[in-house]
Structures are given as C-alpha cells and as structure tokens.
C-alpha cells in the first residue's frame, strides 16, 4: 500500500505561484513513477505532469508547459508541482498519484494509488 497526502492548495490571483506537495509513505517510494491530475467542477480528471522514478523522463501537459514543473526528492518521499503564471481555468482539485508499473502514463486508469486532493482556486 502506499499512502499519499497533498498539501499546498490554496486561493490566489492570477499570475502568482503555488508548489504543491504529495508526501507519500507506505511500499518503497522511490520505484514509482508519479503523476499529478486535476479536476475542475463538472469536468473529467485531467492530466498535468507525470515523472519517473530517476527523474530521468518527465511529461507535462501542453495546457501547463512552460508554467508548471514537476519534481521530485526521494529521500524526503515527496513530490512537487511547482504552479507558476496560474490562470483561472487552473481552478481545479489536484492530486497526486503513483503508478505500479514501468513507464509513465497520462491517463488517470494508469494509476493506482490517488491523494484526497487539494483545492486550488485562481481568481481573476
């Protein structure tokens, strides 16, 4: 089993920055490709950012390039999503995810561990 936790939401305006946290805890951390998704009121579970397990091979959606990063420590168990230039269809609940398997994926079934999520609310 593995545990996630995500911190680091928040309300804030357009153009500032937040860095999402997804502490993890539980089965061996550092094996694990990780993934971030989010999810806007009455819209699907989209994906933002995936790493792998080196931090060798990173994806970002074309939505969040040049604005969102993703990283990682292993020996702190956590992953970051740091959130930069945010805009308000940013709006959404994140969360993180770990996947059991070789390869990252960018769709949300590929994942089999999920955070409760943390809200992020961009005002205009």
């Known amino acids: 089993q593995v545990q996630l936790v995500e911190s680091g939401g928040g309300s804030v305006q357009a153009g500032d920055s937040l860095r999402l946290s997804c502490a993890a805890s539980g089965r061996t951390f550092n094996n694990y490709p990780m993934g971030w998704f989010r999810q806007a009121p009455g819209k699907e579970r989209e994906f933002v950012a995936a790493i792998s397990w080196s931090s060798g091979t990173i994806y970002v959606a074309d939505s969040v390039k040049g604005r969102f990063t993703i990283s990682r420590d292993n020996a702190k168990n956590t992953v970051y999503l740091q959130m930069s230039s945010l805009k308000p269809e940013d709006t959404a609940v994140y969360y993180c995810?770990?996947?059991?398997?070789?390869?990252?994926?960018?769709?949300?079934?590929?994942?089999?561990?999920w955070g409760q999520g943390t809200q992020v609310t961009v005002s205009s």
């Open positions: 995810a770990a996947r059991i398997g070789l390869g990252l994926r960018k769709t949300h079934n590929a994942y089999d561990y």
